[in-house]
């Protein structure tokens, strides 16, 4: 077998390691899930029955979807990678034969399969229950949906690879991490969606590639961005993919060269 | 193979070195190995050795890679260490007692599993080389559990399984009885042994520990603040600085010093006379002979011989260059 697919593979087994973590995390995701479905509602019937394309029903899946997908795309922080910079530890992973940058991202997509169904299920389960849910009837969402929800694990990754080599410059990487954290969970569609956003902070949301890890695959899983649409969508997250994942390359050579050039 | 496993000319590293804050800033440069050559045959094993600080880790991580000499040349296993890292990967294994290999939360046999992929070993030849391991550094009984709740015996026997995995032609360890107690550090020296006799494989070994020295190497290299300051046998450094054994006697009753047996230095005189400590150079006279002489002066009820640490070795030495 190869060895990004054994990376893929311990990335799945060391998180199915802690299942009660991640009962506990489907059980926080969920609960929040009732709240956000709530004020969801609350707003959109505020606003008239609909809100920007949203009634209350498909506002409603849109929150259970986001709470869905939080723990499989990760867009909250990790920070393993820039305590192996911190501790030395990452010698032990510049003298491996796999790069890097590879070996992480299988080990992510192996963490990400596992929480797909532990962690995305409840919620739309106690979703389904709760309020309903609005979902297509066919199968092609589903299917680019789970292309997309792949990318969005890419483009997380990528986004997560790049403020983790932080740690090859600073010391304290706080700061770092909860200004991520806040852009990264604002501008995704994490709090309401990217199309309830004013002009302004939509504009800026469009440049960033938070839309990519949460927005753009619930839009293609619940049909509202079908045809075309869902392929630019698609493309869009190749784009931040690649071109994300090629800076954190390219970083990290600068990072690494630092450690083994200039000795940290 | 003609060419040295390890070859190491003019070898140099230097380190920046900040220290204040803002305008205060200052800039020195450390230089942390300083013209160090050496070679090493393959199928050598060699203790590398030094005081905390005097260039060794460096060295290993110039050998292995990790880092670029500022100057100087160094080749591994026919490699440019820096520019072919991953290349030699495949052909080095490396233990650094205070880090991990292993992936924490995981079982051995998954560390192995993966291991074995990246070092592209096909399933038969991982089975057969980890059956091999397992069962010689005796990991059976824990080979399931996950890697954070082994003891520190049971997980750095795991790491050199794991170095050892895809059969490199060289093996370096960095300090890797550190810590570890007696029982453990003899069982993985057996192990070692054992390893070397039936592989060809090359070690170079940093350590602390005496009796890691004396039993897995046949040729030491000593290094200081940098330098080398020694390259050659054990036997032949303890004989340049005189590394004594210490005969330390406990007598029924209260005596003169003893400083009168041939061929010892009295080093001191505890108790009044119940307890004395005897230097003597291995070589010049023996233990027993010592004995016979201290027993003819007084009766003696206990004794205990100091072996030569190898801290007390390298700092003779050090002081001996200075």
Same mark, same amino acid.
């Given at each position: 077998?190869?060895?990004?697919? $054994?990376?893929?593979?311990?990335?799945?087994?060391?998180?199915?390691?802690?299942?009660?973590?991640?009962?506990?995390?489907?059980?926080?995701?969920?609960?929040?899930?009732?709240?956000?479905?709530?004020?969801?509602?609350?707003?959109?019937?505020?606003?008239?029955?609909?809100?920007?394309?949203?009634?209350?029903?498909?506002?409603?899946?849109?929150?259970?979807?986001?709470?869905?997908?939080?723990?499989?795309?990760? +867009?909250?922080?990790?920070?393993?990678?820039?305590?192996?910079?911190?501790?030395?530890?990452?010698?032990?992973?510049?003298?491996?034969?796999?790069?890097?940058?590879?070996?992480?991202?299988?080990?992510?997509?192996?963490?990400?399969?596992?929480?797909?169904?532990?962690?995305?299920?409840?919620?739309?389960?106690?979703?389904?229950? $709760?309020?309903?849910?609005?979902?297509?009837?066919?199968?092609?969402?589903?299917?680019?949906?789970?292309?997309?929800?792949?990318?969005?694990?890419?483009?997380?990754?990528?986004?997560?690879?790049?403020?983790?080599?932080?740690?090859?410059?600073?010391?304290?990487?706080?700061?770092?991490?909860?200004?991520?954290? +806040?852009?990264?969970?604002?501008?995704?569609?994490?709090?309401?969606?990217?199309?309830?956003?004013?002009?302004?902070?939509?504009?800026?949301?469009?440049?960033?590639?938070?839309?990519?890890?949460?927005?753009?695959?619930?839009?293609?899983?619940?049909?509202?961005?079908?045809?075309?649409?869902?392929?630019?969508?698609?493309?869009?997250?190749?784009?931040?993919?690649?071109?994300?994942? $090629?800076?954190?390359?390219?970083?990290?050579?600068?990072?690494?060269?630092?450690?083994?050039?200039?000795?940290? | 193979?003609?060419?040295?496993?390890?070859?190491?000319?003019?070898?140099?590293?230097?380190?920046?070195?900040?220290?204040?804050?803002?305008?205060?800033? #200052?800039?020195?440069?450390?230089?942390?190995?300083?013209?160090?050559?050496?070679?090493?045959?393959?199928?050598?094993?060699?203790?590398?050795?030094?005081?905390?600080?005097?260039?060794?880790?460096?060295?290993?991580?110039? @050998?292995?890679?990790?880092?670029?000499?500022?100057?100087?040349?160094?080749?591994?296993?026919?490699? !440019?260490?820096?520019?072919?890292?991953?290349?030699?990967?495949?052909?080095?294994?490396?233990?650094?007692?205070?880090?991990?290999?292993? %992936? %924490?939360?995981?079982? @051995?046999?998954?560390?192995?599993?993966?291991?074995?992929?990246?070092?592209?070993? &096909?399933?038969?030849?991982?089975?057969?080389?980890?059956?091999?391991?397992?069962?010689?550094? !005796?990991?059976?009984?824990?080979?399931?559990?996950?890697?954070?709740?082994?003891?520190?015996?049971?997980?750095?026997?795991?790491?050199?399984?794991?170095?050892?995995?895809?059969?490199?032609?060289?093996?370096?360890?960095?300090?890797?009885?550190?810590?570890?107690?007696?029982?453990?550090?003899?069982?993985? #020296?057996?192990?070692?042994?054992?390893?070397?006799?039936?592989?060809?494989?090359?070690? *170079? @070994?940093?350590?602390?520990?005496?009796?890691?020295?004396?039993?897995?190497?046949?040729?030491?290299?000593?290094?200081?603040?940098?330098?080398?300051?020694?390259? &050659?046998? *054990?036997?032949?450094?303890?004989?340049?600085?005189?590394? !004594?054994?210490?005969?330390?006697?406990?007598?029924?009753?209260?005596?003169?010093?003893?400083?009168?047996?041939?061929?010892?230095? *009295?080093?001191?005189?505890?108790?009044? &006379?119940?307890?004395?400590?005897?230097?003597?150079?291995?070589?010049?006279?023996?233990?027993?002979?010592?004995?016979?002489?201290?027993?003819?002066?007084?009766?003696?009820?206990?004794?205990?011989?100091?072996?030569?640490?190898?801290?007390?070795?390298?700092?003779?030495?050090?002081?001996?260059?200075?």
């Amino acid at each position: 077998m190869s060895a990004l697919a $054994v990376y893929a593979g311990l990335g799945w087994r060391r998180w199915s390691a802690y299942r009660s973590a991640a009962a506990a995390g489907a059980f926080t995701n969920s609960v929040f899930g009732l709240i956000k479905a709530a004020i969801t509602m609350g707003a959109i019937g505020a606003a008239g029955g609909t809100l920007a394309g949203y009634d209350a029903l498909t506002g409603a899946t849109y929150a259970w979807l986001a709470q869905a997908l939080i723990g499989p795309v990760n +867009v909250f922080t990790w920070t393993e990678l820039a305590e192996r910079i911190r501790t030395g530890d990452i010698a032990i992973d510049l003298a491996r034969p796999i790069d890097p940058q590879a070996g992480y991202l299988a080990a992510d997509l192996g963490r990400a399969a596992f929480q797909l169904l532990p962690r995305g299920a409840p919620p739309l389960l106690v979703g389904a229950l $709760v309020t309903g849910l609005a979902l297509p009837a066919e199968a092609l969402p589903y299917l680019l949906g789970l292309v997309s929800v792949t990318l969005a694990v890419v483009v997380s990754f990528a986004c997560r690879w790049l403020m983790n080599l932080a740690a090859f410059w600073l010391l304290e990487l706080r700061g770092v991490t909860t200004l991520y954290l +806040v852009a990264s969970n604002l501008l995704c569609g994490l709090v309401v969606p990217v199309h309830w956003f004013p002009p302004w902070l939509a504009t800026i949301a469009a440049w960033t590639p938070f839309p990519a890890m949460l927005q753009h695959p619930i839009d293609i899983i619940m049909g509202r961005a079908d045809g075309p649409e869902a392929f630019i969508l698609l493309g869009e997250q190749v784009a931040w993919a690649i071109g994300l994942l $090629v800076i954190g390359r390219v970083v990290f050579e600068v990072g690494a060269r630092k450690v083994v050039v200039q000795g940290g | 193979m003609t060419e040295p496993i390890i070859s190491a000319t003019d070898l140099s590293r230097d380190f920046v070195v900040h220290t204040g804050r803002g305008l205060r800033r #200052r800039r020195s440069v450390t230089r942390a190995v300083a013209d160090l050559a050496f070679t090493i045959e393959a199928g050598a094993a060699v203790g590398y050795i030094g005081a905390n600080g005097a260039g060794k880790s460096t060295t290993i991580k110039m @050998l292995t890679g990790i880092l670029v000499p500022t100057s100087g040349r160094v080749r591994t296993c026919g490699l !440019d260490p820096h520019r072919h890292r991953r290349e030699l990967a495949r052909r080095i294994g490396v233990v650094f007692g205070q880090r991990s290999q292993l %992936w %924490w939360d995981l079982p @051995l046999s998954e560390s192995y599993r993966a291991l074995a992929a990246i070092h592209r070993l &096909g399933p038969q030849a991982l089975r057969a080389r980890r059956d091999t391991l397992v069962e010689r550094l !005796d990991l059976g009984d824990f080979l399931e559990t996950p890697v954070r709740q082994l003891s520190l015996g049971q997980r750095i026997r795991g790491e050199i399984a794991a170095a050892l995995l895809h059969s490199p032609d060289l093996l370096i360890l960095d300090e890797p009885t550190i810590g570890l107690d007696v029982l453990s550090k003899e069982r993985l #020296r057996q192990f070692l042994l054992e390893e070397r006799a039936t592989s060809d494989t090359t070690l *170079l @070994l940093t350590t602390h520990d005496m009796d890691d020295v004396q039993r897995l190497t046949d040729r030491i290299i000593v290094v200081d603040h940098g330098r080398m300051a020694y390259d &050659g046998t *054990l036997a032949g450094l303890v004989r340049r600085v005189g590394a !004594d054994r210490v005969i330390v006697v406990d007598l029924e009753e209260n005596a003169a010093p003893l400083d009168d047996v041939a061929g010892t230095r *009295l080093l001191g005189v505890e108790a009044d &006379g119940l307890r004395q400590r005897l230097a003597f150079t291995p070589g010049s006279t023996t233990a027993a002979a010592v004995l016979a002489q201290v027993s003819a002066r007084a009766s003696v009820r206990d004794l205990t011989i100091e072996e030569p640490d190898i801290e007390d070795v390298v700092r003779r030495l050090y002081a001996s260059g200075a």
